[in-house]
């Protein structure tokens, strides 16, 4: 049974989510409607299609549903769909390890920046310092080794030097294969300064 | 200027342009080196399990851009490489499949079979000379139809479609996809039209980007490449770290298996799986046509198909090398044929051709559809040449596998030793840096983890991502035409059942839906 609870919830959702859209989103956030007149001549407008595929989201979550409510009986043998008590704690653990490797990678560099300058050393903003090493790579290599280190972590749920290693590689040959070669590219965070 | 010169100048445009260095006397061109190393890179990836053909080519695509650049003189050269993935990735599928029953792909599942009894056997060289001969073979047929049928259609489809018919035929495709892929229709469906509905946002005629919730972020739309590779790789990233954590990652022991007896591939071998190889072909070609139905369903159809019509000693599934030949040929015949609807419809039909579209989208100066191959009087259709181009590089590439393919997949063994667990973070970070150099943006980032975790609900909750990223990437085309059908026809309302092919194609598109919904099952 726990295909069809999913797939009911599922539609509950879009339907939901079709209906707040149909008829609170688009007509607050979009300035023409379905049809435009302009000097008598009528042309389709922006709402146009953003109403016809919520419209059709609405009918499909319902068909949707229905059918999973009243013809799920019939599919026992259908793969296990759904997330369970263990989904949502690999969620967890992935969302701690993406986001502090992101964090790790947009900070770190400004907040060095910020660290040297606060004890005198007056060596200017990180905006100046985005293309200057080793400024350029902190944020990178530390937040990226974070992740990459983090996600094994997650998966092997152990630590070990090996991974630490290949995470220091990946993340430095990452680095070389794109900050040599090209002048012209920014490796995150550099790019948003 | 007529077929034949474009076709000259697609050839011309591959071997000759921009070379890097010259051999006996001959240019070797930056578009052949990419298609050669593209090949290579596409083998090693298909051999190392967990990862596969899509996954290369999203990783490469925005380095590969870096590289060349926005130019139209980039194409054949990201074109070349991402054919060279798509080619030696299908070959270097069956090697984990073969050597430790450890299918890389879905499509290489039906291989492992009868390939790894034959490895059990002792006679692993000869099963991966037969996996190969069949791959190779079966790739080769399905690029001879894409070749002399995709132009002809697309004269055809700018002949007779005008606008009302093209949003009508994009209707149909969608419909098609939608209910051929996956297990339920309606999640199908579901999946198509959200896709359609994130491709609308920032987007529009008006001033105002629509449904951009006033902030800057969204007022330019969402990035086609972060929506994708989001849905497409780190959707599947996130799903395979789950899968692997909770396995918490079997120990897999690699057998040292000796090779006994005769590994080479005769005459008598290959007359004996020829016909098994014919058929095959002919079904993965059929397959690879249609929009949406992939190689997976292919192999499974050949080996089928190929186990009713056996007559020989020992059965399918016990080390017979016309199972392996069977699978092989039709999951091989999908790859050319997948192009057909891209190149005379501008329609992806499979995340390959997805990732052909994004390169042309992202690089510009060719826009696959039917209008590549009109000709205009005393002109150059600059798009037919570097379709033309596209063909050479396929052509180069099944070269490439007939004589040096075998040895080097062959050799690739190795692959199967690469801890997935260690390797998926990585392919994480690239993507995400790959994007990031493409966007220069934090908030690319985010958006392509989001869509990220889209990817891996639908796969938890088993909708297929591939209606969502079709309709990503075909909504704003269908609005474009219905727009202009609707123009054309003087504001009818009625535009899509203005003439009798809309018509047919609209009613097609419900007969589609409607069969499929009254018997959903499981071809994806």
């Not at chain 1, 974070?146 to 990452?174: D, K, Y």
């Not at chain 2, 599934?317 to 190149?343: D, F, K, Y």
């Not at chain 2, 596998?401 to 690239?430: A, D, H, Y």
Request: with cysteine.
């Amino acid at each position: 049974m726990q295909n069809e609870k999913w797939t009911v919830g599922l539609a509950v959702f879009l339907v939901i989510a079709a209906a707040a859209t149909l008829f609170i989103w688009i007509p607050n956030d979009i300035e023409t409607g379905v049809v435009e007149t302009f000097r008598r001549r009528v042309t389709i407008g922006d709402a146009m299609a953003p109403t016809m595929v919520a419209a059709a989201l609405l009918v499909v979550s319902i068909l949707m549903g229905v059918t999973a409510y009243f013809g799920g009986r019939q599919q026992k043998h259908a793969a296990k769909a759904g997330l369970d008590k263990q989904s949502f704690t690999f969620l967890l653990r992935l969302t701690i390890a993406v986001g502090l490797g992101l964090g790790l990678m947009v900070y770190t560099g400004p907040v060095i920046v910020d660290i040297i300058n606060s004890f005198g050393g007056e060596i200017g903003t990180y905006r100046h310092l985005k293309a200057a090493f080793p400024y350029k790579y902190l944020g990178y290599v530390l937040g990226g080794f974070f992740m990459v280190f983090g996600l094994i972590r997650v998966v092997e749920n152990r630590f070990s030097a090996s991974a630490a290693w290949a995470s220091i590689i990946a993340v430095l040959v990452l680095t070389i294969l794109y900050d040599v070669p090209f002048e012209n590219l920014l490796l995150p965070p550099n790019g948003d300064h | 200027m007529g077929v034949l010169d474009h076709i000259w100048l697609g050839v011309v445009a591959v071997f000759t342009a921009d070379p890097i260095f010259t051999l006996a006397g001959l240019p070797f061109s930056t578009t052949i080196m990419m298609v050669v190393l593209g090949f290579l890179g596409g083998i090693v990836v298909g051999a190392t399990p967990g990862l596969g053909g899509p996954f290369a080519m999203a990783i490469s695509l925005p380095i590969l851009i870096s590289i060349f650049g926005f130019e139209p003189d980039a194409l054949l050269p990201v074109l070349g490489f991402l054919v060279g993935i798509m080619k030696g990735s299908t070959v270097g599928g069956a090697v984990p499949a073969i050597l430790f029953n450890t299918p890389g792909t879905p499509d290489s599942l039906m291989t492992t079979l009868d390939g790894y009894p034959l490895t059990k056997k002792g006679k692993p060289g000869k099963a991966l000379r037969i996996a190969h001969f069949s791959s190779v073979s079966g790739d080769t047929f399905s690029d001879i139809v894409l070749i002399t049928c995709a132009p002809f259609l697309a004269i055809l489809v700018e002949k007779f479609l005008d606008f009302p018919e093209k949003a009508a035929l994009i209707i149909l495709s969608l419909a098609f996809v939608s209910a051929v892929v996956g297990r339920n229709v309606w999640k199908g469906m579901a999946a198509a039209l959200l896709g359609m509905f994130f491709a609308y946002i920032g987007t529009g005629e008006d001033g105002y980007p629509r449904l951009s919730l006033g902030t800057d972020g969204l007022a330019e739309g969402l990035p086609l490449i972060s929506a994708v590779l989001g849905v497409l790789i780190i959707g599947e990233v996130f799903k395979a770290l789950e899968d692997m954590w909770h396995e918490m990652r079997e120990k897999s022991v690699i057998t040292n298996i000796k090779m006994k007896g005769d590994q080479k591939l005769h005459f008598s071998d290959i007359r004996r799986i020829f016909p098994f190889i014919s058929i095959s072909a002919g079904i993965g070609t059929m397959i690879g046509a249609l929009p949406g139905i992939g190689s997976t369903l292919a192999a499974t159809l050949g080996y089928a198909t190929g186990r009713k019509v056996y007559k020989g000693d020992t059965p399918f599934g016990e080390g017979a090398p016309e199972g392996v030949a069977a699978t092989e040929a039709a999951n091989s015949a999908v790859a050319g044929a997948n192009l057909i609807p891209v190149l005379s419809l501008g329609i992806p039909g499979n995340v390959s051709a997805v990732f052909i579209i994004l390169a042309t989208e992202s690089i510009g100066g060719f826009n696959p559809g039917p209008q590549v191959f009109s000709l205009v009087p005393d002109q150059i259709n600059q798009e037919m040449v570097y379709a033309f181009g596209l063909f050479t590089t396929m052509i180069f590439a099944n070269g490439l596998n007939w004589t040096f393919g075998g040895v080097f997949m062959r050799s690739m063994g190795v692959m199967v030793r690469v801890p997935k667990q260690r390797l998926l973070p990585i392919v994480l970070l690239l993507t995400l840096t790959a994007i990031y150099v493409q966007q220069t943006s934090m908030f690319a980032i985010y958006i392509t983890l989001f869509f990220g975790l889209l990817g891996y609900l639908m796969r938890k909750l088993k909708i297929s991502v591939l209606p969502f990223v079709i309709a990503f990437i075909l909504a704003n085309n269908l609005e474009e035409a219905m727009r202009q059908a609707f123009a054309v026809t003087g504001s009818d309302p009625w535009f899509l059942l203005a003439s009798p092919i809309s018509v047919v194609f609209i009613a097609l598109s419900i007969v589609v839906v409607v069969f499929f919904a009254r018997n959903q099952k499981d071809l994806g």
